[in-house]
């Protein structure tokens, strides 16, 4: 998979009219805030229409301006294709793909892929559940078209209720719709639950073993998909995971009424991290929970690997900078097959590390 040119207007402060990168390392280089990120939220945002900074679209168009535009040439499914995104202010994102028009976002599953790695994510060990259901979901919605459709319908059930709970004293007949809901969102939750679980079980060997040879075979990476305490066994079927979701809702709806808050459901899952039998969160030292986060992003891009059989786009958002010198030769010497992306603020030697094009970026412009 490659993206061979990238076309940008009136994306966040970029003002670049057409790239063309190299198929192996593109080396970004320029101050903060002056396009780096920008650049790989344009790439990111060809994987699902959907930006890793923000919910809302009509943030990533110019100040002042009405609309943006991304369209990009990218070689993925054996064959060259073209992607183009529309945003307006107030109106739909337009999704054309080979020059046909898509309803929504992931109809864009499988032409773009690409796995982002920023400084934020070297927490993700430490961090709440929040963030690792973030990168369950970032990755399923790339490899599994259905699941992002189940996510969607999920987030909005979970708002609805949400504000059900917490409007019924002023509005007691919200009440009423409270079970419907719960119906609803148990068949949701039991479809991401399914999917999550079997992406878990998948990465869990992957990831162990590219941290065991990160730590030099000193250390043991154990990960656990973890969800509602009714359910025995995630990777069972959906209709059996609805059933199991039902009664987990129906042992907290009273409680879920008086706190105001949903208690039960999908959106408080979590994989559960472990080195050498011990809590990740709890007592592992920085570098550990460093290699343990690099280890997840990696196993990550295998998975992608191993399902489509062509790497996807590997997105490091000034990473490296935060590394030590062992970490940074491990991660550039497993990406060397495949499209990178690398931004930094100095080039400190990654070029002619990687053999990559270097561009610069000052302004929004890149060059």
């Known amino acids: 998979m490659q993206l061979l040119k990238l076309s940008i207007a009136g994306f966040r402060n970029l003002q670049q009219d057409e790239i063309t990168f190299a198929p192996g390392a593109n080396i970004i280089i320029g101050e903060n805030a002056q396009g780096k990120t920008s650049l790989l939220e344009a790439i990111y945002y060809l994987t699902g229409a959907k930006s890793f900074r923000t919910r809302f679209d009509r943030e990533l ?4 301006q009405d609309f943006a535009t991304i369209a990009a040439a990218c070689f993925s499914e054996a064959r060259e294709q073209t992607i183009e995104l529309k945003l307006r202010r107030g109106r739909p994102k337009e999704i054309l793909i080979n020059n046909a028009k898509q309803k929504r976002g992931a109809d864009l599953t499988g032409k773009v892929m690409a796995v982002l790695f920023s400084p934020e994510d070297l927490e993700l060990v430490r961090s709440g559940a929040s963030g690792r259901r973030r990168f369950m979901d970032n990755s399923l919605s790339q ?3 259905k699941y992002a459709l189940w996510l969607a319908e999920f ?8 504000r059900i709970l917490k409007d019924h004293r002023a509005k ?3 009440l009423d719709t409270l079970d419907d809901f719960n119906l609803k969102l148990a068949k949701a939750g039991a479809q991401l639950i399914h999917y999550r679980a079997a992406y878990a079980e998948q990465l869990a060997p992957k990831a ?7 730590s030099g075979n000193r250390e043991e990476l154990t990960l656990t998909y973890e969800t509602v305490s009714t359910i025995e066994n995630p990777l069972e079927k959906p209709a059996v995971l609805f059933e199991q979701l039902l009664a987990h809702q129906t042992r907290l709806r009273q409680a879920e009424i008086d706190a105001g808050l949903c208690l039960s459901g999908a959106h408080k899952d979590d994989i559960a991290i472990s080195i050498n039998g011990q809590a990740a969160r709890a007592y592992a030292s920085q570098g550990q929970t460093r290699t343990a986060a690099l280890s997840l992003k990696l196993a990550e891009r295998d998975m992608l690997y191993e399902d489509r059989e062509e790497y996807p786009l590997l997105l490091l958002d000034d990473v490296l900078s935060e590394l030590d010198a062992a970490r940074q030769d491990f991660v550039l010497n497993r990406i060397k097959n495949g499209q990178v992306f690398i931004t930094c603020c100095e080039d400190k030697g990654i070029a002619s590390r990687t053999g990559g094009k270097i561009f610069t970026v000052e302004k929004g412009r890149i060059q």
């Not at 168009?61 to 002042?64: D, K, V």
Request: proline share 8%.
């Open 208 to 214: 162990a073993a590219v941290h065991q040879d990160f």
């Open 143 to 145: 490899l599994r078209p």
């Open 155 to 162: 987030q909005k059930l979970y708002e609805h209720k949400t």
């Open 61 to 64: 168009i110019t100040h002042n």
């Open 172 to 174: 007691p007949a919200l």
